[in-house]
C-alpha cells in the first residue's frame, strides 16, 4: 500500500511501555483491542478451518494475524498485573479527521487490572492468543508455545477478577466498543479457544461451571456465544462426544433462528435477500454469521449429519445456499450491482468513511493536514477518496437494499477490520466449493 506509511511510533509512550503495532479498529486512528482480538480471532479460525482452501494467500493470513497478536502479546506481558487494552483517546480522535501518519492527538493508553476488571476483553484477548497458537503450531513452535502460555494467563486474569471493562472505563470504550452482552460469553469463547488449543480439562470444567447460557441470534465483536457453540458443536459432531452435545443444541437453535423459511427464524432478509440485523454496520452480523454458517455445514457434512428446525429439514447443503447468497450479495449480485468489498467488481463504494483513503497521501501531499484541516476539502468532499483501500468492505446497504456512498453515513459507510476477518473463511470455503 504506496499511500499509507508508518503512524503512531510512540502508542504506550504514556505508561512508559511499547504499545506499537496492531491495528485501528475502522476508520479511525484508535487502537480498540476488545474488537482488534475479535478480529484476530476470527482470522486464526479461517486459518484453522479453511487454510488448506487458501493456498498461497495462506502465508498473508499468517502475517496478518502476527501483526496482531505481537501487538497483544506487548498487551499482554508489558507491565506484570496489567492487560493493556486501548491506545488513543477516541473521544478526541473523532474530533478530528487526519491521517494516522499526521495524528496530533493524545495517545492515551488504557489497561484493565484486578482493581479495574475486564474479564470480555481479556477473555476475548485469550481467545485470539489461543487460536493463534494453533495457526503457528507447526510452522513456528516457538511463537506458538508462547501465545498459548500468555493465552493461558490472561484467561487466568479474565476468571480471576470479574468484571466488565465497561464499567472500568467508561467513556474510553462506550459508546464505541462497549461490551453490551457482559463478559459471560468472552468466558465461554475464551475456555472453548483454550480447551481447543490445550485439551485441558480445566476449560472444559470452566465451560461447565458457566452454567447455561443464551442462545441469540447474532454474532459480533461483542456477543461470542454463538461462536462458542459452532466451535463446541465440532466435538459432538467430529469426535461423538456426547458432553458437548448441549453445545451442538444450541448451535443448531442458532441455525434455525437465520435460515430462511424455518418455523423459528428471528433473522430479516432484506427484498434482495441479505441478512439484516442492525441498522449500524450491518455487514458485520452478515459475515460473522455466514462464518458461522459454512463453518457448522462443514461440521455437519463431515459427520453426515442432519437436523431439523420444526418440520423443516436442515442439510449441510441448506446452510451453504443461505452463507452463499450472503456473500454473492456482497460481492456484487444484489439490487444495486453493487460490491460493498472496495477495489473489487466495477461498482464499488467510492467515498468511505475512512481516514487514510479519503486524504491525500503524504506522497502527494507532504505537508501536514492537522485535526481540523481534513474536514472541508477531504471529508465533506463529493468526489471519490483519492486511495483505495482495496479488499475494504463497508457496513453495507439499508433494509431496503440501498447505499448512498456518503463518507458522512459512518453506519453504510465504514469498513472495519472485523468485517473482513470474519468473510476470509467463506470466502476461502467458496472459492474451492461450487
Avoid at 480522535?93 to 494516522?100: N, Q, T
Avoid at 493508553?109 to 494453533?134: F, H, K, Q, R
Avoid at 456518503?406 to 469498513?415: K, N, V
Wanted: one cysteine or more.
Amino acid at each position: 500500500m504506496t499511500w499509507r506509511s508508518s503512524s503512531a511510533l510512540s502508542d504506550g509512550a504514556a505508561a512508559h511501555v511499547d504499545l506499537t503495532g496492531g491495528y485501528y479498529d475502522a476508520g479511525d486512528n484508535v487502537k480498540f483491542n476488545f474488537p482488534m482480538a475479535f478480529t484476530t480471532t476470527m482470522l486464526s479460525w479461517s486459518a484453522i478451518e479453511y487454510g488448506k482452501r487458501m493456498g498461497a494467500q495462506l502465508e498473508n493470513v499468517r502475517v496478518a494475524i502476527r501483526w496482531a497478536t505481537d501487538y497483544l502479546l506487548k498487551c499482554a506481558t508489558a507491565t506484570p498485573g496489567k492487560l493493556y487494552v486501548g491506545v488513543g483517546d477516541p473521544n478526541t480522535d473523532h474530533k478530528c479527521w487526519e491521517r494516522p501518519e499526521d495524528m496530533d492527538t493524545v495517545r492515551s493508553v488504557y489497561s484493565v487490572s484486578a482493581a479495574n476488571p475486564g474479564s470480555d476483553v481479556a477473555g476475548e484477548t485469550a481467545a485470539a492468543l489461543a487460536a493463534a497458537s494453533i495457526v503457528f503450531r507447526r510452522v513456528d513452535p516457538v511463537y506458538s508455545k508462547l501465545l498459548l502460555r500468555t493465552a493461558r494467563k490472561v484467561m487466568q486474569f479474565a476468571v480471576q477478577y470479574r468484571g466488565a471493562y465497561s464499567d472500568s472505563l467508561n467513556s474510553a470504550v462506550c459508546p464505541f466498543y462497549c461490551s453490551y452482552s457482559g463478559y459471560k460469553d468472552e468466558l465461554l469463547w475464551g475456555a472453548s479457544w483454550l480447551l481447543r488449543a490445550t485439551n485441558d480439562v480445566t476449560y472444559f470444567n470452566l465451560l461447565k461451571s458457566l452454567g447455561a447460557n443464551d442462545s441469540p441470534d447474532i454474532f459480533s465483536w461483542d456477543n461470542k456465544y454463538a461462536g462458542a457453540h459452532v466451535l463446541l458443536s465440532r466435538r459432538a459432531l467430529l469426535n461423538k462426544d456426547k458432553s458437548f452435545e448441549q453445545f451442538n443444541q444450541q448451535a443448531e437453535d442458532f441455525m434455525c433462528k437465520i435460515i430462511p423459511g424455518s418455523p423459528s427464524s428471528t433473522t430479516q432478509y432484506t427484498p434482495g435477500g441479505l441478512m439484516y440485523k442492525l441498522g449500524q454496520s450491518n455487514l458485520q452480523y452478515v459475515t460473522s454469521i455466514t462464518f458461522l454458517l459454512t463453518t457448522y455445514a462443514k461440521y455437519m457434512q463431515a459427520s453426515r449429519y442432519t437436523f431439523r428446525c420444526g418440520n423443516t429439514l436442515v442439510t449441510p447443503n441448506t446452510l451453504k445456499i443461505t452463507a452463499k447468497r450472503q456473500v454473492d450479495y456482497i460481492l456484487g449480485q444484489n439490487p444495486m450491482k453493487m460490491s460493498y468489498m472496495v477495489g473489487y467488481g466495477p461498482d464499488f463504494p467510492r467515498k468511505i468513511h475512512h481516514r487514510g483513503s479519503s486524504l491525500p497521501s503524504k506522497t502527494s501531499h507532504p505537508q501536514a493536514i492537522g485535526c481540523d484541516g481534513g474536514f472541508q476539502p477531504f471529508f465533506y468532499s463529493s468526489n471519490p477518496n483519492p486511495n483505495i483501500l482495496v479488499g475494504a468492505i463497508v457496513g453495507g446497504p439499508n433494509q431496503n437494499d440501498f447505499f448512498s456512498d456518503d463518507r458522512t453515513d459512518y453506519s453504510h459507510s465504514e469498513p472495519a477490520t472485523y468485517i473482513n476477518a470474519a468473510i476470509v473463511g467463506p470466502l476461502a470455503y467458496f472459492s474451492t466449493t461450487k
